[in-house]
C-alpha cells in the first residue's frame, strides 16, 4: 500500500474547513452570559468534535475520488490525484474510507460527551456528502446548497460539544459564506475549463459565468450584512461586556470578500480557490490574521 498516496488522498489541506466546528466555542469563550462559562472539558470534545469531521471529511474525499476517477482523469489538475492516477487501489481507499467513518463516529461520540448528539451530527453529514457524491453533485444549485448544509452541520456540532448556543448571526453568516465560497469554486472551474466543464461535472453545464457572478456578488452582500448586523447586536453586545468592539472586524470581513472575489474572478485563484485560505496569497492571509486578532481582543478585552 502507497501510504503517501493514501494521504494525499485523504486531502489533509482540506481539513482547514472543519474550523468552523470551532467557531461556537471561539465566541463563547468570552461571554460573559453564558452559565457555567465553557472550559478546557469543553473544549477538548470541541476538538475531538474537529477531529472527527476531519475523519469523515476525508472518509468523503476517498468514495468521492473512486466515483470521479474517469472525470478527474479528464481535469488538467485533478487527474494527479492519486486514484485518478492509479497510484493508490481503489479497494485500498473504500476499505480507508469505513475505517475513517468509524473512527469518525467514535470521536463524536466522545464529542458529545454521554450522548450521541454529535455523532448523529456527524453521521448526517457523512450521509448528505454520500448523496452529494452520487447524485446531488450533479445538480446545479443543489450541489452547492449541499456544500453549505456541510458548513452549518459543521457549526451546530461544535455548539453542541461545546454546550454554547449556536447565535442565528452566526448560522446565517455561515450559510451564506458557505454558498458564496461554493460558487466561487464552481466559477474557478468553470473557468478553467471552459466549454469541457459540463463533461467533468454535470452540473457545471447549466452554469455560465454571468450567473455565477451576480450569486457571488449577492451573497457578498449578505454575508457582509448579517455579520455587520452580528458586531451590532445588543445581545453580542451584553455576550462580550456592553461594548461594540467587533464593530472594528467589519472593514476585515469586506478587504477579506472584495479580496477573494478579485483572485477568483481574475483566475489568480487556479481551479481550486481553497489554496487561498492556506496562505497563497500573503495579502489574504494577513488580513485573516488581523481579523482573528481584532475578535480576539473583542471578546476577550
Not at 459543521?154 to 448556543?165: K, N, T
Not at 475549463?193 to 450569486?215: E, I, K, N, V
Amino acid at each position: 500500500m502507497n501510504v503517501l498516496a493514501l494521504l494525499r488522498a485523504m486531502r489533509p489541506q482540506q481539513w482547514s474547513k472543519n474550523a468552523f466546528v470551532l467557531a461556537a466555542l471561539a465566541f463563547a469563550w468570552g461571554d460573559r452570559t453564558l452559565v457555567p462559562p465553557v472550559g478546557n472539558a469543553e473544549a477538548l470534545r470541541v476538538l475531538c468534535a474537529f477531529a472527527a469531521f476531519c475523519c469523515a471529511a476525508s472518509a468523503i474525499y476517498l468514495v468521492n475520488d473512486v466515483l470521479d476517477a474517469e472525470q478527474d482523469r479528464l481535469h488538467p489538475e485533478k487527474r494527479t490525484r492519486p486514484i485518478a492516477s492509479g497510484a493508490l487501489a481503489v479497494p485500498v481507499a473504500l476499505g480507508a474510507a469505513v475505517a475513517l467513518v468509524a473512527g469518525a463516529l467514535l470521536l463524536a461520540h466522545r464529542a458529545s460527551g454521554a450522548g450521541w448528539d454529535v455523532a448523529w451530527v456527524v453521521g448526517a453529514y457523512t450521509l448528505l456528502n454520500l448523496a452529494y457524491s452520487l447524485k446531488l453533485k450533479h445538480v446545479a444549485l443543489l450541489d452547492v446548497f449541499c456544500i453549505a448544509l456541510g458548513f452549518l452541520l459543521r457549526v451546530i456540532a461544535g455548539g453542541l460539544a461545546s454546550g454554547a448556543p449556536v447565535s442565528h448571526w452566526l448560522l446565517l453568516c455561515t450559510l451564506f459564506l458557505a454558498l458564496f465560497l461554493a460558487l466561487n469554486k464552481r466559477r474557478a472551474e468553470l473557468a478553467l475549463l471552459g466549454d469541457g466543464g459540463a463533461s467533468h461535472r454535470a452540473a457545471l453545464g447549466a452554469y455560465t459565468l454571468g450567473f455565477l457572478d451576480q450569486m457571488v456578488t449577492v451573497l457578498a452582500a449578505a454575508t457582509l450584512v448579517c455579520y455587520a448586523l452580528y458586531t451590532v447586536d445588543p445581545q453580542t453586545s451584553a455576550k462580550f461586556g456592553g461594548h461594540a468592539r467587533l464593530l472594528w472586524t467589519v472593514p476585515c470581513v469586506v478587504f477579506g470578500l472584495a479580496r477573494y472575489m478579485l483572485l477568483v474572478q481574475s483566475g489568480r485563484a487556479g481551479g481550486n480557490p481553497t489554496r487561498i485560505f492556506l496562505g497563497s496569497d500573503p495579502l489574504f492571509l494577513a488580513n485573516t490574521l488581523l481579523w482573528a486578532g481584532l475578535v480576539y481582543w473583542a471578546i476577550r478585552a
